[in-house]
């Protein structure tokens, strides 16, 4: 089936780092993909789309500036985390629907992401 | 796009069946209906997908009745490693849909 591949699964940095995670399609084209945040004992809330060769569309209340994605190839989206602070961190994990009919939407492993 | 609205927890023991329901009472004619689950620091995993009726596979059934406007999913003999937190959601399945998250499920298996 489908595999979507995030990199790294952990970070920990210090406050004003830059932090780039890296999501890939491994079998499959996506010319779409999501990233999503997940704080301790909440759901996933869904942060932007990512489009290829396209700007990102931002969920309401999500900074575009702080959160930069780049959707530069059919299997590779970026998200980077600029200037990050304590707040940022959280869990964030992306997704893609695999191509053909009635494919599911299937989620990487997420990245564990710690700003000191 | 349509809501879900699930039981914040359920409680169960090994080896009993497992149903939980969701209900989509605005779920459109192409929307479908997935089921995840998820582990603690993991990303949402794939369990089962259906239209309408019954689908079933290797891990679970998904009942759904002919309105649409619930579906449960069915977790045949649970185990300790099931405990896990499910989430039910409607969408089409063209790739430029965004699926929007519940609460979900919080499933605890006893021994």
């Known amino acids: 089936g489908a595999v979507v591949s995030q990199h790294p699964s952990r970070v920990i940095c210090k406050s004003g780092t830059s932090v780039k995670i890296e999501c890939r399609s491994l079998?499959?084209?996506?010319?779409?993909m999501f990233w999503y945040r997940q704080f301790p004992k909440q759901s996933l809330m869904l942060m932007a789309t990512?489009?290829?060769?396209?700007?990102?569309?931002?969920e309401q209340g999500v900074e575009k500036d702080k959160f930069l994605i780049n959707h530069a190839s059919l299997t590779l989206s970026t998200l980077t985390v600029t200037s990050a602070h304590p707040e940022d961190s959280s869990f964030y994990i992306c997704?893609?629907?695999?191509?053909?009919?009635?494919?599911?939407?299937?989620f990487g492993d997420g990245t564990r992401l710690s700003i000191l | 796009l349509a809501k879900t609205t699930q039981p914040i927890s359920m409680d169960s023991y090994e080896g009993q069946e497992v149903n939980i329901t969701c209900s989509h009472n605005?779920?459109?004619?192409?929307?479908?209906i997935t089921w995840y689950q998820q582990f603690p620091s993991q990303g949402p995993r794939f369990i089962i997908q259906?239209?309408?009726t019954k689908v079933t596979n290797e891990v679970a059934s998904l009942f759904i009745p002919a309105d649409r406007k619930s579906s449960t999913l069915s977790l045949p003999r649970v185990s300790l490693s099931d405990t896990a937190v499910y989430y039910c959601?409607?969408?089409?399945?063209?790739?430029?849909?965004?699926?929007?998250f519940g609460s979900g499920t919080r499933l605890l298996v006893r021994p």
């Open positions: 605005n779920i459109a004619t192409n929307d479908y």
């Open positions: 259906g239209y309408k």
């Open positions: 997704s893609a629907r695999g191509t053909g009919p009635d494919q599911p939407q299937h």
């Open positions: 990512s489009n290829e060769g396209s700007k990102a569309t931002y």
């Open positions: 959601l409607v969408g089409r399945m063209d790739s430029s849909y965004k699926l929007i």
């Open positions: 079998d499959f084209q996506a010319t779409t």
